[in-house]
Nanobody
């Protein structure tokens, strides 16, 4: 059974940085697409960034140039470096994994299909 656990969230001022980590256990995910998603209260879930098994990446327009996704298959880990944070980045951040990025993009957070972590809160104050 695969288990994903996020860490690294917290509270920062606008312009600050955070680095989120997602540790996977139970199964190697090197052949999976992995991604970061976020959801703020009263808002729809947003796909933030994804990284495929070949290392190709994709970003939401709202975070391009500020966030960087990376993975370390040897450590079975996923990362999200977030720079120049803005108050609108405030949300619960979740990592997810599925065989294909196109499929992962359509999954609901916490879906029984694919793999999801419990989330980590990011709060950015102005």
């Amino acid at each position: 059974q695969v288990r994903l656990v996020e860490s690294g969230g917290g509270s920062v001022e606008a312009g600050g940085s955070l680095r989120l980590s997602c540790a996977a256990s139970g199964y190697g995910l090197s052949s999976y697409c992995m991604g970061w998603f976020r959801q703020a209260p009263g808002k729809e879930r947003e796909g933030v960034a994804s990284i495929d098994s070949d290392g190709s990446t994709s970003y939401a327009d709202s975070v391009k140039g500020r966030f960087a996704i990376s993975r370390d298959n040897a450590k079975n880990a996923l990362y999200l470096q977030m720079n120049n944070l803005k108050p609108e980045d405030t949300a619960m951040y979740y990592c997810g994994a599925d065989l294909f990025c196109g499929v992962l993009a359509g999954r609901a957070i916490g879906s029984h299909r694919g793999y999801w972590g419990p989330g980590t809160q990011v709060t950015v104050s102005s």
